[in-house]
């Protein structure tokens, strides 16, 4: 990293950062190779043409492969991401990115660094190398009080919206940690949820598929209820087509498995949300297809929504879905 910040120091971009481009001297890390590398204030090589993407494919950032001449530093900052996960998880993030694979501590900056959007990346090399220090300048120490995801959620709601970047990392940080989940994230307001969904989604994504793992299993009744406020505060929040999925599949075994009635009103209540939608067709199908046995619990409520035709079949018990209807690959 140190490399690439000097050659961004001195406005030379590497654009080809990959495994095999690092090499080991004398047991120290040094980057080479950079033939396709450029100043970014002229045109110093002859390889760059407008519209032509370069570099690696499993490692270069979209609007590189896109157009290799608009390119700036923060492509190399992407780049630099993906080495850094194939280096902790021993997998080509071409392959596709699970950051359960990655230590907690890690995530959001990888998160953060292999961004889509270049807008949504570290600044500058610098930056990153500022915040890949703070997390490994010192050893793990656990995890912190539980309250720190409750107090930095509570400033965000006064707010403080500066604030949100550090509670998605946090989030992060603490995704597989039950105490910290079941103690503080289910009590998470739904304006920061908002907030997080809007300005951090990735981490959001990440908080809510993580917690739905923990909301799993025998909870003491009340405690359900808080389970499903939380989630249809979540599902309110964001758009993101594969968290509404999980969180409509554990509002329906959720109460069916702790015969809550209060749960069930908060399923209606976001199935009511989407019934229309014929975007969310193929995922109710799939939904229901796959949780036939915890169906009969709420079935007669589920008959009187204006769902589709196919997705009323199924709650029925009526029909089954065609191959690849209902039991094809989750929607991510």
């Not at 949504?120 to 656990?142: V, Y």
């Not at 930095?152 to 910290?180: C, F």
Request: zero cysteines; charged letters at 25%; hydrophobic letters at 45%.
């Amino acid at each position: 990293m140190d490399a690439v910040v000097y050659a961004h120091s001195e406005q030379v971009l590497h654009r080809d950062i990959k495994p095999a481009n690092v090499l080991i001297l004398d047991g120290e890390p040094r980057l080479s190779d950079f033939g396709l590398g450029r100043r970014w204030d002229s045109e110093s090589t002859k390889l760059t043409k407008t519209n032509f993407g370069m570099g690696t494919f499993a490692y270069s950032a979209p609007e590189q492969l896109a157009d290799g001449h608009s390119a700036d530093a923060r492509a190399d900052i992407y780049a630099l991401g993906r080495l850094f996960y194939e280096m902790l998880t021993g997998k080509v993030a071409f392959l596709g990115v699970d950051m359960d694979l990655i230590p907690g501590r890690y995530r959001y900056f990888l998160t953060t660094a292999m961004q889509v959007s270049s807008d949504k990346r570290h600044a500058s090399a610098i930056d990153m190398s500022r915040q890949f220090q703070a997390i490994t300048r010192d050893e793990p120490k656990g995890p912190e009080s539980t309250g720190s995801v409750r107090e930095l959620a509570e400033l965000v709601n006064a707010g403080d919206s500066t604030k949100v970047a550090e509670l998605a990392q946090l989030l992060m940080l603490h995704s597989g940690d039950p105490i910290v989940n079941l103690q503080e994230v289910v009590f998470i307001p739904a304006p920061v949820l908002e907030q997080l969904a809007t300005l951090e989604p990735d981490a959001f994504r990440a908080a809510i598929l993580a917690f739905d793992r923990f909301a799993a299993g025998r909870h003491p009744w009340s405690f359900t209820d808080t389970i499903a406020r939380f989630l249809r505060d979540a599902f309110v929040a964001g758009d993101d087509i594969e968290v509404r999925r999980v969180i409509i599949v554990r509002l329906l075994r959720l109460g069916s498995s702790h015969n809550r009635f209060f749960v069930r009103e908060r399923l209606l209540e976001v199935l009511r949300l989407v019934a229309s939608d014929p975007t969310y067709t193929p995922v109710l199908i799939d939904v229901f297809a796959n949780n036939q046995d915890v169906i009969p619990f709420s079935r007669a409520e589920l008959l009187l929504l204006k769902l589709p035709a196919s997705v009323s079949a199924l709650i029925a018990g009526n029909a089954v879905p065609a191959a690849g209807e209902g039991a094809g690959p989750r929607f991510k």
